[in-house]
């Protein structure tokens, strides 16, 4: 019998024997479980087996599968159900580990940071606008894809009034330089986003700070907003991601508007 703490990202019926749920551990990565009918397990179990449910899980390993046998919940993030918005903004962040993060990978960095995402989430004290770049590019860094935050990859100037990142690149230009280039290639290079000192110093707290820090952080909406875009391509660009949760959460966003 293996004991874990477990985050629950997705499940899929199978059927009336039960459902898999896919959880995302400190030991074990990303690992599927089978979860037998719900016919004999009791309400504190379906409860710590549903999605976005933390919890203290027992499991039984036969060969290379795993069964579900019970579980003491920790923390159940039902809030998010409330919340369109919110729920589809973690389905995303869930999707996005599901799909990169390999089995066997043993980590917690990963598991804190989607914890306290959610926990900031779903306590409405930081705005899902700000959670998402702040998620998106630590996941990256921590992944082993990290921008180049330092330097004008010209002219080394570290402090730029003005510059552009580049997704592709993930590194960035002051605006004299990148003009520079610009004008000898005559188009725009590099997937390139505008932003000033603000949005580096953002991009620069995201990926450099210490994990518990991550979330003392204010900036203005358009800097938010810049450096969402640019979150959002980088991780699409180096990670090969194309994510169906991620379009919902951009339809959702665009309905609130109206
Ligand atoms: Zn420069």
Redesign the pocket.
């Known amino acids: 019998m293996l004991s874990m703490k477990g985050l629950v990202l997705h499940e899929t019926q199978a059927g009336d024997k039960g459902r898999f749920i896919d959880m995302l551990t400190e030991e074990l990565g990303v690992v599927t479980v089978f979860v037998r009918g719900s016919k004999k397990i009791t309400g504190k179990s379906i409860a710590a087996t549903q999605l976005f449910s933390y919890a203290d899980f027992c499991i039984e390993q036969c060969k290379d599968r795993y069964y579900y046998q019970n579980a003491k919940p920790i923390r159940i993030f039902y809030q998010l159900r409330e919340n369109l918005r919110d729920l589809s903004l973690a389905s995303y962040f869930a999707e996005l580990i599901r799909t990169t993060v390999p089995k066997d990978k043993q980590d917690n960095i990963i598991l804190r940071l989607i914890l306290n995402t959610l926990f900031y989430l779903t306590e409405g004290k930081r705005d899902a606008k700000m959670l998402k770049p702040l998620f998106e590019l630590r996941f990256a860094s921590e992944m082993g894809f990290m921008p180049d935050v330092l330097m ?6 570290h402090l ?1 009034e003005r510059l552009v990142f580049s997704a592709s690149e993930g590194c960035f ?2 605006r ?3 003009d520079k280039l610009n004008k000898n290639e005559g188009s725009d290079l590099y997937n390139a986003y505008y932003m000033s000192l603000a949005g580096l110093e953002m991009i620069r707290h995201i990926t450099l700070v210490d994990l518990d820090r991550l979330f003392n952080f204010r900036a203005g909406d358009e800097v938010i907003d810049i450096v969402s875009r640019f979150s959002e391509a980088f991780i699409c660009s180096h990670m090969s991601v194309k994510l169906r949760s991620l379009e919902f959460y951009h339809n959702i966003e665009r309905n609130m508007k109206y």
């Open positions: 004008c990859k010209g002219c080394m100037n730029p230009w002051c004299s330089c990148y």
